[in-house]
């Protein structure tokens, strides 16, 4: 079994395997286990304790001890670019480590490594969704997840006097650890509110941690004086070298501004992000089915037991839909038991029939637990879903896609001017999204602007002169043509006041790769010299996965993921 991502939900997937004897590798680009959500210093930095800028640091430390006497392979600092199926049950990985060989290495200093498996663990994580406002390519500016991620790692604050803005609870988890670390928060800007969580007190009362837990944080922001302020947002950032303040402005219902309400707040920093997009570009390489989350991303469909369409590789944490470091667990947990049952065709503890009653009760317990968890992550997404608003805060000279500064006024314009009418269009006309990010940055901002811009019904419906001498016919063609025009028009109305998210984008690459990596791959893996069959250091009941490194062939120069051509929906690219 190959589990890819040593968070959460990758942990305890692992673990759990190993411990129901199966031969287990765990790879992750990072150089030691916790993910994102328990991301703490290396060990160079010699940090006391690293515990303090967490909660619940507890369940990642007992996973951490399973892990060191279990057997598992662990992979770390090894990207995983791609994964491919030659079988029903065998799957191979393709990663690049810069671990040292000095046979296998690349110009770049980077080893190509295949691991084969007989099923695949998805754990692969989150990323942050930035919807752009003027000013955000400040220095200055960083993700609200980015902010956290420099003190948890490195220990550095992004400033001094930090306000935090976007949506989501992950600003309140942001706003207590800056504080707590010494810096000054002046406000907390949330674009939605939190009403929308009453309006299913019966989620609320089946989790009542998460109570306990936003509790904890309002109190360290009184504590620390920072204010509140639902039903805001940071429309511009001010600067010249670096950002020296923002406007921060009321918003409507649907994220409008209303115009007249803007403020200025000092500042030498901004941590901003508007929730998390499930990283499941491994999976939708693939063709696995997905589904549209409650705040517009898209997830990976589930069975009951986690295993996804695409029969063998199961999904557990936020690739199926953003909810929390409890519900990774849970989930890594309950596709861990899922697969040992595939895979030794048994059920564990069948030794005696009491033991089996007892399993048989703790995995329903576990499935209940993992429902209850997933009904609250559900509305928690509706509760901070970006409304359809927000591309008003946008000037026509705002960047919306960094990586080849491609402005909203272009965007606009392609919509407006020569007719696109989806994300893949306007990329073709623009290049917004063909960057290094391959739209991981923008992609989610760039169709819910195509939407906004889009015409609405009947803008488009016009017939020839009845002078014309192939009036009949040309009338005829026209009128089909006008029907056709304004049922896209009816579906862009639809999309507009409902800001979409585009569909799962489909990416050939998930990391840049060198073109020997590339050419090596047709080689048999079976053939491929090198070889270095992994041995498990336990009795398994299944084969050990094995590990092979692939020796360059030439230097050609790296090249960034590329973007493969629209595949028929639900087929693989």
Request: hydrophobic fraction near 40%; charge should be neutral; glycine fraction near 10%.
């Given at each position: ?5 040593a ?12 411990e129901l ?15 994102q ?14 515990e303090?800028?967490?909660?619940d640091?507890?369940?990642f ?26 079988a ?84 309140l ?35 009542p941690?998460?109570l ?33 303040s ?23 920093a ?107 992550a ?41 007719g ?154």
């Amino acid at each position: 079994m190959a589990v890819l991502g040593a968070g959460p939900a990758g942990l305890a997937g692992a673990v759990s395997a190993a411990e129901l004897s199966l031969s287990v590798a765990l790879l992750d680009s990072a150089g030691q286990p916790g993910g994102q959500y328990y991301r703490h210093p290396p060990p160079a930095a010699r940090a006391t304790r690293p515990e303090a800028l967490h909660h619940d640091w507890q369940v990642f430390a007992d996973l951490r001890d399973r892990l060191a006497p279990s057997g598992v392979t662990r992979l770390f600092g090894h990207d995983v670019w791609t994964i491919t199926r030659a079988a029903k049950d065998d799957w191979t990985v393709h990663a690049l480590t810069d671990e040292d060989d000095s046979n296998c290495h690349t110009e770049q200093g980077r080893r190509p490594v295949t691991v084969r498996a007989r099923a695949i663990l998805l754990a692969t994580g989150s990323y942050e969704r930035h919807l752009p406002f003027p000013g955000w390519t400040l220095p200055g500016v960083v993700g609200a997840g980015g902010a956290q991620a420099m003190l948890k790692s490195g220990l550095v604050l992004p400033g001094r006097r930090v306000v935090v803005a976007g949506s989501g609870p992950l600003l309140l988890a942001v706003a207590a650890s800056l504080t707590s670390a010494g810096a000054e928060v002046p406000e907390l800007i949330e674009a939605s509110g939190y009403l929308g969580y009453a309006r299913r007190p019966d989620v609320l009362a089946a989790q009542p941690q998460k109570l306990t837990e936003a509790v904890r944080h309002g109190a360290a922001l009184l504590r620390h004086g920072v204010r509140l302020r639902t039903r805001h947002a940071v429309t511009e950032a001010h600067g010249t070298d670096r950002v020296e303040s923002v406007t921060v402005t009321r918003l409507d219902r649907d994220w409008r501004p209303v115009p007249g309400t803007g403020r200025r707040i000092a500042c030498d920093a901004l941590a901003v992000g508007h929730g998390l997009i499930p990283q499941i570009d491994l999976a939708t390489g693939l063709g696995c089915a997905t589904r549209r989350t409650a705040d517009g991303t898209h997830a990976l469909e589930l069975g009951p037991l986690q295993e996804t369409s695409l029969r063998g590789m199961w999904s557990a944490g936020e690739t199926s839909g953003v909810g929390g470091a409890q519900l990774a667990v849970a989930e890594g947990t309950l596709a861990a038991l899922a697969i040992a049952a595939r895979l030794t065709g048994r059920r564990p503890a069948t030794a005696s029939y009491s033991r089996a009653r007892r399993d048989v009760r703790a995995l329903r317990a576990l499935r209940r637990s993992r429902d209850r968890m997933r009904a609250f992550a559900d509305v928690m997404a509706a509760a901070h879903a970006p409304g359809p608003g927000w591309p008003g805060w946008l000037s026509d000279d705002t960047d919306v896609c960094r990586c080849e500064e491609v402005s909203a006024g272009r965007v606009r314009e392609a919509v407006r001017e020569y007719g696109a009418r989806d994300a893949r269009t306007v990329k073709l006309l623009t290049r917004a999204g063909m960057g290094w990010c391959q739209g991981r940055m923008c992609g989610s901002a760039v169709a819910c602007l195509v939407a906004s811009a889009t015409p609405r019904t009947g803008a488009f419906t016009s017939t020839p002169s009845s002078d014309h001498p192939l009036s009949a016919k040309a009338g005829a063609e026209a009128q089909a043509e006008a029907q056709a025009e304004a049922e896209a028009g009816a579906e862009a109305e639809a999309q507009a006041d409902n800001t979409p998210a585009p569909a799962p984008d489909r990416r050939l690459l998930a990391t840049p790769v060198p073109l020997v990596t590339l050419a090596a791959l047709p080689e048999p893996p079976d053939a491929a010299p090198h070889e270095a069959p992994y041995t498990a250091p336990h009795d398994s009941a299944t084969p050990a996965p094995s590990i092979t490194t692939t020796p360059p062939l030439t230097t050609d120069p790296p090249i960034g993921p590329v973007s493969p051509p629209h595949p028929t929906e639900g087929q693989p690219s």
